[in-house]
């Protein structure tokens, strides 16, 4: 997501690089790379015209201190403007009311009841307790969707397949949240058009029933500024609280996320990164701001692991890291625990410094598959004592695993270099040596 606009802002703010100082001659090149990125990226033609006038208004005149070059205080300027432009600040979500109700409405083909899914495993992990309700009655099969997620997440799925009448399914689902303890209610709605009035009236009148705490609306960030001119229209109708942008890990501009706020004054509570049900992300507008311009967002990194790993696994492999014991069973478990966080390339790129630079890598989502095939292979006694692995005990690995000796050799010899560097770093007090 946003790998083409952040090379050309990279690109157009290199431009400076070398100027002793900001002048009109040398920034008006940069703000237009600058207004031409955007436009590509599909913002809107009048946001991204406005952006780029404030981003030189502030630029001109600023003096460049002698450790700061004009392309680092020019990144510090449009870093704080595309602040502004995402949203300034995180949008708060409120769980007012026993129980709190959400109703998720969207267009047909946005992802809400994937979703919704992913809400209540969210809100589930929060120490919550959701319902989930089925209340699209026109796409075949969305209920039993919603029922598998449900199963997937632990959330249980109130329906009623027989019942055509959506106010009355999430009225009767309201009154069995209340009677069985549930105190958050999540309502997935058909998708609709912006264009048919019978189904916005349909919405309007679920909307005016339930009387939700939130109104979210789903919109897939592919479609680029055809999202933001749908979500004017739903906007104008249901006045909903928040927006979601789904599919974000796709061949995705930006463009949406970035003009949305502007156009509907309606802040972007959520993102969805793909199919896993853990891929949802709260939206913070001054960590989406820091990863378009390849500086990264390592506390988004830190608060993934934290919510990945367990504290008590981890202060057990810890010790035995300080003590040199680290052996490969422990090695497999942490390999596991990564893979939970989400794609490589999406960690990568939270590292600062690195985002950019692996736009073009293509990474391959199941390299860890082979190492555990192997290690997976071994008896526990062999991943605890690799020395042991004699040639015979190698080939039944390989055998086993699908892999060659080879390959098993070149994971063997890696893990003891592997194992050296955190000796050595015990030695050194955890500091990595030069």
């Given amino acids: 997501m946003f790998d083409s606009l952040s090379s050309k802002l990279e690109k157009a703010i290199k431009t400076l690089k070398g100027q002793g100082r900001i002048s009109e001659i040398n920034v008006a090149e940069t703000i237009k790379e600058i207004r031409r990125a955007l436009v590509d990226a599909d913002v809107n033609y009048k946001i991204a015209k406005d952006f780029t006038e404030v981003v030189k208004t502030k630029a001109l005149g600023q003096n460049v201190l002698t450790s700061i070059s004009p392309g680092q205080l020019l990144t510090k300027i449009v870093n704080d403007e595309l602040v502004t432009l995402l949203g300034g600040q995180q949008a708060d979500f409120n769980f007012i009311g026993s129980p709190a109700v959400i109703l998720i409405a969207g267009l047909q083909g946005s ?3 994937t979703f919704t899914g992913k809400l209540g495993k969210f809100i589930k992990s929060k120490g919550r307790q959701p319902l989930l309700v089925a209340c699209d009655i026109y796409r075949p099969a969305a209920i039993n969707q919603l029922k598998v997620l449900g199963e997937q997440t632990g959330v249980e799925v109130y329906s009623e397949p027989e019942s055509k009448d ?15 303890g549930f105190n958050v ?20 009148e679920v909307k005016k029933a339930v009387n939700p705490t939130e109104t979210l609306f789903v919109v897939d960030a592919m479609t680029g500024q055809d999202a933001v001119n749908t979500a004017k229209n739903f906007n104008d109708r249901l006045n909903f609280d928040g927006v979601v942008l789904t599919k974000m890990d796709g061949d995705t501009r930006g463009g949406a996320a970035l003009s949305i ?15 896993k049900l853990d891929a949802l992300d709260v939206f913070y507008p001054e960590r989406m701001a820091g990863r378009i311009l390849g500086m990264g967002d390592i506390v988004s990194l830190v608060e993934r692991a934290q919510a990945t790993f367990d504290a008590d696994e981890s202060a057990r492999i810890q010790k035995k890291i300080s003590k040199n014991k680290f052996d490969f069973g422990d090695f497999l478990s942490q390999l596991q625990q990564i893979k939970k966080m989400g794609s490589m390339k999406d960690l990568m790129a939270m590292i600062p410094g690195i985002g950019n630079k692996i736009k073009d890598l293509d990474v391959d989502e199941n390299a860890f598959k082979g190492i555990e095939a192997m290690i997976l292979s071994m008896t526990p006694k062999e991943r605890s004592n690799p020395e042991i692995l004699n040639a015979s005990r190698k080939a039944r690995i390989s055998k086993g695993s699908g892999k060659t000796v080879v390959e098993l050799n070149k994971l063997l010899t890696q893990f003891e270099g592997m194992k050296k560097m955190m000796k050595t770093m015990n030695s050194m007090g955890g500091k990595l040596p030069r």
Avoid: C, Q
């Fill in 185 to 204: 209610v999540i309502i997935d709605t058909a998708g609709r058009l912006s264009i048919d009035e019978t189904m916005m009236t349909e919405i309007y």
């Fill in 111 to 113: 992802g809400k009841t």
């Fill in 261 to 275: 706020k502007s156009v509907v004054n309606k802040p972007v509570k959520f993102v969805s990164n793909g199919e």
């Fill in 166 to 180: 959506p106010v009355s399914i999430s009225k009767n689902a309201i009154a069995y949240a209340k009677e069985k």
